[in-house]
């Protein structure tokens, strides 16, 4: 009977081990978690940044609406409390997000329209043309 319950206790060390090995697998290391987009994000999205507080949160929406989006995580720099080591320590978390292109110049034409100087289908050149 000792023997059975010696064989009981290591199958239980066992599966608790490799239990929480599994456990510690799926929190830090199977899943990863989506980058948050400094230009896009809110205060509470920044602070879910591990090294970002409110105050920092807000010191990066602040210089984002003063000088328009970043154009790359390094800008980070330029807002008040944030270092290249606070930088480094929270770059692997950020990102920054595609940048809308510029719109196209010119007037926008509709369906059916057609260029100046152009007959409409159905009508006739003007005379000399």
Same mark, same amino acid.
Not at 17 to 30: I, P, W
């Given at each position: 009977?000792?023997?059975?319950?010696?064989? #009981?206790? +290591?199958?239980?060390?066992?599966?608790?081990? $490799?239990?929480? %090995?599994?456990?510690?697998?799926? @929190?830090?290391?199977? *899943?990863?978690?989506?980058?948050?987009?400094?230009?896009?994000?809110?205060?509470?999205?920044?602070?879910?940044?591990?090294?970002?507080?409110?105050?920092?949160?807000?010191?990066?929406?602040?210089?984002?609406? #003063?000088? +328009?989006?970043?154009?790359?995580?390094?800008? $980070?720099?330029? %807002?008040?409390?944030?270092?290249? @080591?606070?930088?480094? *320590?929270?770059?692997?978390?950020?990102?920054?997000?595609?940048?809308?292109?510029?719109?196209?110049?010119?007037?926008?034409?509709?369906?059916?329209?057609?260029?100046?100087?152009?007959?409409?289908?159905?009508?006739?050149?003007?005379?000399?043309?």
């Amino acid at each position: 009977m000792r023997k059975y319950t010696f064989l #009981a206790i +290591g199958a239980l060390f066992v599966l608790l081990t $490799l239990g929480g %090995v599994a456990y510690a697998a799926g @929190e830090g290391g199977g *899943a990863s978690q989506a980058k948050v987009d400094i230009n896009t994000a809110t205060v509470d999205e920044l602070q879910s940044v591990p090294g970002l507080d409110q105050e920092l949160a807000q010191n990066i929406i602040d210089y984002r609406e #003063a000088n +328009g989006p970043f154009s790359s995580v390094d800008d $980070l720099t330029s %807002v008040e409390g944030i270092d290249n @080591e606070k930088l480094d *320590a929270m770059r692997d978390q950020i990102t920054v997000g595609e940048m809308p292109g510029p719109e196209p110049m010119g007037p926008q034409q509709g369906p059916g329209s057609q260029p100046m100087g152009e007959p409409m289908p159905g009508e006739s050149p003007p005379a000399g043309y």
